[in-house]
């Protein structure tokens, strides 16, 4: 077995893929080998906020992996554009680097492939949610993501920890019918709103982009109170789904 510090700093690492290469971030905890969670960045990309959310999971015993979904589908406007056309039909070239990016994770020597788990932000939860169902996963963690059209996408899916910001107008519906969809598949879950938070409470963004979003229908912005809740939610619930 061995050890790396506890505060491991996040590597950039490239993972094959067809015949270039997905950047993403990496972190890992202090003792390995570990259970692993595959992290998806939410809209603003893979930036700093995606490398602590890494960093989170390190410390709570994971090695932690989040996978560019942008890079090489072109400039930012367009390769947004087509990445969320992949998640609105639920296939694509999105899905293609998400599982390339599972199956690097898994083959990792440091990596226990056996305990796995997905987690996702905002575009990221949406895609998190549909890959709980297609992967070999034993948790998933869903913040303030979109759901599929058709419930046959749940079929399959793992235990689920998820939380959605009730100001949050754009995905108002969500938070009910996902518990729905679980209930009736007799999926181990916890879904949870949080009344005074807007989308995006786990996150903090600056920009016009940034701005915009918590002005409208969404409120989007940081929730500390929220996002401390959540991350406590989701600690315990990985370590029964996946072990300690």
Not at 47 to 61: H, I, L, T
Not at 74 to 100: H, Q, S, Y
């Amino acid at each position: 077995m061995t050890t790396r510090p506890a505060t491991s700093p996040v590597e950039t690492v490239r993972i094959p893929f067809e015949a270039d290469a997905i950047p993403a971030y990496l972190a890992r905890p202090a003792t390995l080998p570990a259970p692993a969670v595959l992290l998806f960045h939410e809209v603003f990309g893979l930036n700093a906020d995606m490398a602590g959310k890494a960093q989170r999971f390190a410390a709570m015993g994971y090695v932690a992996l989040a996978p560019d979904l942008f890079e090489g589908r072109g400039r930012k406007p367009f390769c947004v554009m087509r990445t969320m056309r992949d998640l609105g039909r639920g296939a694509g070239g999105a899905f293609a680097r998400i599982e390339a990016a599972r199956a690097w994770l898994a083959a990792q020597p440091f990596v226990d492939a056996s305990r796995l788990g997905v987690a996702g932000f905002c575009m990221g939860g949406g895609f998190a949610l549909l890959d709980a169902a297609r992967a070999p996963y034993g948790a998933a963690a869903v913040f303030y993501g979109q759901l599929p059209k058709e419930e046959s996408a749940f079929d399959g899916i793992c235990p689920v920890v998820a939380g959605y910001g009730g100001r949050d107008r754009s995905l108002k519906k969500a938070p009910a019918r996902l518990e729905a969809a679980l209930t009736a598949r007799g999926v181990d879950h916890d879904v949870k709103t949080y009344p005074e938070a807007g989308h995006g409470f786990l996150s903090s963004h600056d920009g016009l982009f940034a701005w915009l979003n918590r002005h409208g229908p969404m409120k989007v912005g940081f929730n500390e109170g929220a996002a401390e809740d959540s991350w406590a939610r989701v600690e315990q619930f990985f370590s029964r789904q996946l072990g300690p």
